[in-house]
């Protein structure tokens, strides 16, 4: 944002370098643009979970919480945006790229529900997800203009938490469910 001086400020100095760099390639931005359809309201993580639990009925469980998680984070990070009520970018140097449900920008929803469902998801495959598609997903939101770079972080970091709550919940409940099992074998 501009100050009254208007300066601009560190925060839309990145995202004119990320959009002068990455950006300026077509590709990035049409690829920015299917990754922010993919993860409007978390339904393309929604659908992986579906599509796991369907498929992988030994872990079930799991899979649906993926879907949890990353509806869980996307609904914190709603209620959080609408206590903050911070702006989306607004300098006639940033170009916004896609349009948005909202005009709110902290944190970024599409952050935290990649950042819980690629936690989840880590967790129950084995695979570096996190690493993989968290950055492009972060990356992808200043690319089409639409989030600051603390708006991204703090969805990182709110997905993540989200997901730790998700694991400490499945883990009680397998702990609970075990502890009923030995009380009706006995």
Known sequence: MASPSGAVGPEVRALQFVQATVGSQPAAISVARGMSHFGEHALGWIAISGIGAAVDKRRRRQWLGVGVGAVGAHAA????????????????????????????SFPSSHATSTTAAAVLLGRLTGLPLPAVLVPPMLLSRLVLGVH????????????????????????????KSRAGRKGADA
């Open 77 to 104: 990070s709603i209620i959080i945006k609408r206590i903050v009520r911070r702006p989306r970018p607004n300098d006639p140097s940033v170009a916004i790229n896609v349009s948005t449900p909202s005009k709110l």
């Open 148 to 175: 600051y770079p603390t708006d991204v972080l703090a969805g990182a970091a709110l997905g993540a938490a989200s997901a730790e709550i998700v694991t400490r919940g499945e883990r009680r409940s397998a702990g």
